[in-house]
């Protein structure tokens, strides 16, 4: 009797475990099928961010071709070189842009008092908290006493810790303020006994650009030997007109924005392209290559590179003159990878691919034991990789979307092991379970991608036919994901995200229109070709660059002859096929009013792409074919 329940309870408890092991196994599986839909969304977000990285890269190369193309055009528009690459902006009066502009009494903003002190800091904290602007002449006011520091600095500047003076390095901060409150409440306010490196990347993307530089710069400016800002490649006037900082300063300074810009750039200029801790950490944006030479790095007349996008012109280059441009695109651009050797950074378009060898030969070169850099997003706020030689540090969080990643930033002192503290911003979505989290990234992530593909239908058409020998509409995965790998150029795991993205029949066959399937672009008049429509959308923000460029008063107006012109040389340089009388056309229905000039924003607005569940089907949308 007594061995019968004792059996059955062995059996209840084999049973038990069982169960357990079954369910434990089964939530394992479940963890990890959401970690990869994570890393798959996570994928996409970058390597669409690095495809535009790469579009600016080639906008830049524009940017000097059309200097070099443009004076049988519109002499007076040289206006561009004069204001934006040659113009020696030193001589610029402080009355022009600082005493002259007069803060009313009706402002009841922050007040800073020159000289800055402590109470600056706290008082710019608080008000940014509560959403105040500063007024232009404070701002103003800041970068030119900023610059007049920064003019003062090496291109590398050295500092010292000790077991009771700790340095924090914080990476990418791309406008997120929120980051930055929450590393200042964790970490404290910058002080003698608290100091700080920002590792470039304070600006564009988020919607507080102006804010976190200026929180940077009065920290400067009062604590000028514990607070050490690193250029970044957002630092960088041609990667603002694309990534949102221009259109912020512009939104928020309708009067005195100009002004502010154009400080902006030689403030950037004159940012300190590195930093090197006790003598044995290098602190940098972006990375090195094979070539990198601190030496000559050191030399480099970095004020005189206003943006690092746009090559010397043919007038002023010469050899010494490339490699010192080749070098800073280095410090600002390249990434680690885990393979040897260095090799063109083909993502980004712009610096290399560096190995763990590359970086032990830099390292041991110049006696440096470990290199930390920014400018990737880690889903952990940090990567360490190259045997530990080389630390990712990067400090937006949510930089996709809400839960994306978290941020992180480092604490050293010499002869200890790096500190990593992590954290993200918690708003309501990052309460939320991991499944609804991953479900949101994964569904905007396949969002933007899917207007990546309606961009390029006409291309995509063209090779899945090519590919469909039988005239089916349908083709196996592999070709279908063959065509989008190599019309997209987005180095995407297509087979996985095919289901995502494509009907899929039950012998696993793609039908391949319906990659389109639910999602046009909106034509913003109904006699525009479709082809031109498409490559006005894929082409919208490098287009929207260019004319903003030469609304040099930014009235949002341009001329139908500068229109016609500047289409000309732009589909010249980018080897866009589209016949001239449908632009002619094209700029004639633009003309609304016939008074010779187009309102180019507002008509570029109008190209966006519809979803099926934004409920937006109108007259005027198109399915392009």
Known sequence: MGCSSSSTKTRRSDTSLRAALIIQNWYRGYKARLKARQHYALTIFQS??????????????????????????????????????????DMRDRWDYVDSIDVPDSYNGPRLQFPLTCTDIDLLLEAFKEQQILHAHYVLEVLFETKKVLKQMPNFTHIQTSPSKEVTICGDLHGKLDDLF???????????????????????????????????????LVYPNDLHLNRGNHEDFMMNLRYGFTKEILHKYKLHGKRILQILEEFYAWLPIGTIVDN??????????????????????????????????????????????????DILWSDPRGKNGCFPNTCRG???????????????????????????????????????????????????????NRGAYIKLCSGTTPRFFQYQVTKATCFQPLRQRVDTMENSAIKILRERVISRKSDLTRAFQLQDHRKSGKLSVSQWAFCMENILGLNLPWRSLSSNLVNIDQNGNVEYMSSFQNIRIEKP??????????????????????????????????????????????????????DDSQVNKLANIMDLNKDGSIDFNEFLKAFYVVHRYEDLMKPDVTNLG
Not at 525 to 545: K, P
Not at 548 to 574: C, P, Q
Request: charged share 25%; glycine share 6%.
């Open 182 to 220: 929450l590393i200042f409440y964790k970490n404290g306010l910058p002080s003698e006994r608290n100091p700080y490196v920002f590792n470039g990347d304070f600006v564009d993307r988020g919607k507080n650009s102006i804010e976190i530089l200026m929180i940077l710069c009065v920290s400067f």
């Open 350 to 404: 712009g610096g290399c691919y560096f190995g763990p060898d590359v970086t032990s030969k830099i390292l041991n070169k110049y006696q440096l034991k470990m290199l930390i850099r920014s400018h990737e997003c880690k889903p952990e706020g940090y990567e360490i990789c190259h045997d530990g030689k080389v630390v990712t540090i990067f400090s937006a969080s949510n930089y996709y979307e809400e839960g994306s």
């Open 525 to 578: 008049v109904q006699e525009a070709h479709s082809t031109l429509v498409e490559t006005l959308y894929r082409y919208r923000s490098d287009l929207e660059i260019i004319f903003n460029a030469i609304d040099t008063d930014h009235s949002g107006l341009i001329s139908v002859e500068e229109f016609r012109a500047m289409w000309k040389l732009f589909s010249s340089h980018y080897n866009v096929h589209i």
């Open 48 to 89: 669409i961010e690095y495809a535009d990285e790469q579009g600016q890269m080639q906008l830049s190369t524009f940017f000097s071709f059309m200097l070099e193309n443009y004076t049988h055009i519109h002499k007076e528009e040289l206006e561009l070189r004069n204001q934006s690459l040659e113009s020696e902006q």
């Open 280 to 329: 044995e950490i290098l602190v940098i944006h972006g990375g090195i290559s094979e070539t990198t030479d601190l030496n000559l790095l050191h030399r480099v007349e970095r004020n005189k590179m206003k943006s690092v996008l746009i090559p010397p012109t043919e007038t002023n280059r010469d050899h010494d003159t490339d490699s010192k441009h080749n070098k800073i695109i």
